[in-house]
């Protein structure tokens, strides 16, 4: 494998391997498709200072000049931030294509899985892994970070399936892919936009060192595959579960009458809903992002103990 023709390690990121400090990786779409500008170079940067404070490095991936890079530059950062949703949206199946042609890409959860992977990062943080949509028996609309989950060591800290999802599909799903989804101090799933989904949880950790344990015997018995650490959004930022689903039922219906299909509608829906909410729902998937990035540090950081 040719990693130094394709990966670039950002200098506080090649630093902190070279020195055996924790490293937290963090994807890119929650920049170019995931929140406008300036809104989003704002919340990724302070994303990277919340990791660097609990004694973590912060690795930002995304595609540039025909290289993955990891542990993106604050002036590669805001300039992601500005191109928005023109830059390419990269899962695995997007990766040589967007490397051949040298355009701006910014990493899903599964892009950002396999170069954290590549990197030699463990832990991961973002906001909410994609999943089956709602609707999938019928057009088979599951999203590529699940498989992803199945196959690459990586573990995501998130706030559980993004809730314009169906989520007790999405969690039958990873069952049968064998992957552990763990929550952390509750027992119920979460849902994004809220603390809890209804949906039991099969495994509640309440620790970080418990979760980093989990981890490494998994990995050091050669189970194969991600791990989903589904982390409740603090309880002050909770939006309200019925303003939350009319607002997605109402984005859903307009998706569906504009024709927006296949990696268009997650963005498209996130917009919807953030204006449906006057902006209410932004400010949560902000604050849930930021507890995320503080789990996955301390996550990190006992790994290495």
Not at 90 to 97: E, T
Request: aromatic residues 4%; glycine residues 10%; charged residues 20%.
């Amino acid at each position: 494998m040719n990693l130094e023709k394709y990966l670039i390690l950002g200098e506080e990121v090649r630093s902190a391997k070279q020195n055996g400090r924790p490293l937290v990786a963090l994807e890119s779409t929650i920049i170019s498709h995931g929140m406008p500008y300036p809104e989003n170079v704002k919340t990724a940067l302070e994303v990277e200072d919340i990791v660097r404070a609990q004694g973590a490095v912060p690795a930002t991936i995304a595609l540039l000049d025909g290289k993955i890079v990891a542990g993106l530059s604050p002036a590669e950062i805001d300039e992601l931030g500005k191109k928005g949703q023109s830059a390419v949206k990269v899962s695995r199946r997007d990766i040589p294509a967007a490397l051949a042609k040298k355009v701006p890409g910014a990493t899903t959860v599964a892009g950002t899985m396999i170069a954290a992977q590549l990197a030699g990062i463990e832990v991961f943080a973002t906001g909410g892994i994609g999943g089956a949509h709602r609707g999938a028996q019928r057009t088979f609309d599951i999203s590529a970070d699940l498989s992803e989950l199945a196959r690459t060591n990586v573990a995501v800290v998130c706030a559980g399936v993004k809730a314009i999802l169906d989520i007790g599909l999405t969690l039958e799903i990873l069952e049968t892919l064998g992957v552990p989804v763990i929550c952390y101090g509750t027992d119920y799933f979460p849902a994004f936009y809220t603390r809890s989904s209804g949906l039991k949880a099969e495994c509640r950790l309440d620790t970080p060192a418990e979760i980093a344990r989990a981890l490494r015997a998994k990995w050091d018995l050669g189970l194969s595959g991600g791990v989903v650490v589904a982390n409740p959004v603090p309880a002050e930022f909770e939006a309200d579960p019925a303003t939350i689903e009319m607002a997605i039922s109402l984005a859903l219906d307009e998706a569906g009458k504009s024709g927006i299909t296949g990696k268009r509608i997650t963005p498209y829906l996130l917009e919807a809903i953030t204006r449906v909410t006057c902006g209410k729902s932004l400010a949560t998937n902000i604050a849930l992002v930021k507890n995320n990035a503080f789990l996955a540090a301390e996550i990190a950081c006992s790994l290495k103990l």
